[in-house]
């Protein structure tokens, strides 16, 4: 059975990889998900805010303990716990290159320009064999247009593609108003891979405190209808790699990624509450079944349900939501009239 996918230019010999987590912060933690089975890892995010806060430290440093990073400290108050910093990121990634053999692709995060391509070339010059940029953006200003919201992404990615040879994905929130002309312009751009889609984490209210908190729970396999059907629709009309990430739990998950298009599958959530072991459980229900339905390779059902190739194209769009509406029927033993 051949399992064999590429991802950015890179040849890996299945499809499932880990998607950037705290499971993957360090060279350590990276040789693990390799002997797991992933076939790629992203590492955890190298974030802007840590880099503001470690410059603003050091202004702090310099000017004898002013008080200039108050704010930036008071905002992020875990931060030291949360991540490595910068140089030990780079480190991880030096280190990770030299142990293990699976493609480690670095990510950085972040909402602001100006900033990206120092990093970007230190990652490159630690060895990375790619990159991913996360632009997790939330409008907040009335004023500020779709378009506006649109460059902000498309900058981000020519000022990177401007200074690094490696590979770049763009991991996007799903929130554009037309998906499929934001991922042509970024295609045009440059973007080697769009990674579709980012989780928008969104907070939740403790009514006792009255606080608005954080409140991260790990995604079930529904949540990868909405990457799913962009990958259909993208399919085959815009030249770049994708990457399914949101939703992916088990082998029938990964199977129907590929089937719309993506290169690969990313998981996260199913990896933190059962383990590393998913991966060899998955990759070998998915050969299994790939056994019982006669396909001989991944590349030969690629795209095979995507919306150009699938016999019903009009199941992407609008007539598939009313068929859908349709066929509601409630549960015979519900209340409902
Ligand atoms: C605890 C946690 C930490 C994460 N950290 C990052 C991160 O540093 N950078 C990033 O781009 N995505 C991060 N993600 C998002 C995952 O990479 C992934 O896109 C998301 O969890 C959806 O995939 P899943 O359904 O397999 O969990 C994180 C997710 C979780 C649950």
Redesign the pocket.
């Known amino acids: 059975m051949n399992l064999k996918t590429t991802y950015l230019g890179l040849e890996l010999k299945h499809p499932l990889m880990a998607?950037?987590?705290?499971l993957s912060k360090t060279a350590d933690q990276i040789k693990l998900l390799e002997e797991a089975g992933a076939a790629a890892v992203?590492m955890?995010?190298l974030?802007e805010e840590q880099l503001t806060l470690e410059e603003q430290q050091l202004d702090n440093t310099l000017n004898y303990g002013t008080e200039s990073s108050g704010e930036a400290l008071s905002y992020f108050p875990e931060l030291g716990s949360f991540?490595i910093g910068p140089d030990e990121y780079l480190e991880q990634i030096a280190l990770a290159k030299k142990s293990v053999d699976v493609p480690v692709i670095a990510?950085l995060?972040g909402v602001t320009t100006g900033w990206w391509i120092d990093y970007a070339k230190k990652i490159e010059e630690a060895g990375a064999d790619a990159l991913?940029l996360?632009v997790?953006y939330i409008p907040n200003r009335i004023d500020q247009s779709g378009s506006e919201v649109e460059e902000l992404y498309l900058d981000v990615l020519r000022e990177v593609k401007r200074g690094v040879s490696i590979p770049i994905a763009m991991?996007l929130s799903p929130f554009f108003s037309s998906t499929p002309n934001m991922a042509y312009k970024l295609s045009k751009e440059g973007a080697d891979g769009l990674?579709l889609?980012?989780?928008f984490y969104q907070p939740d209210l403790d009514l006792e405190k009255l606080e608005v908190v954080p409140n991260?729970i790990?995604?079930s396999s529904y949540?990868?209808r909405l990457p799913l059907l962009w990958i259909a629709v993208l399919f085959g009309k815009v030249k770049t790699d994708f990457a399914l990430?949101?939703?992916?739990?088990n082998h029938l998950d990964v199977l129907k990624a590929m089937m719309v298009g993506a290169n690969v599958a990313?998981?996260?959530?199913?990896?933190?509450s059962k383990g590393r072991g998913r991966f060899k459980e998955i990759l070998h229900e998915m050969a299994q079944w790939m056994e019982e339905h006669e396909y001989d390779s991944v590349e030969q059902m690629r795209g095979s349900m995507s919306q150009k190739n699938v016999a019903d194209p009009s199941a992407f769009k609008r007539a598939n939501y009313m068929k859908m509406l349709a066929s509601f029927r409630p549960d015979p033993n519900s209340q409902l009239p």
């Open positions: 998607s950037a987590s705290p992203v955890h995010s974030f991540n990510s995060n991913e996360n997790y991991k990674v889609f980012n989780r991260l790990l995604s949540e990868m990430t949101t939703g992916i739990h990313m998981m996260t959530s199913e990896m933190l």
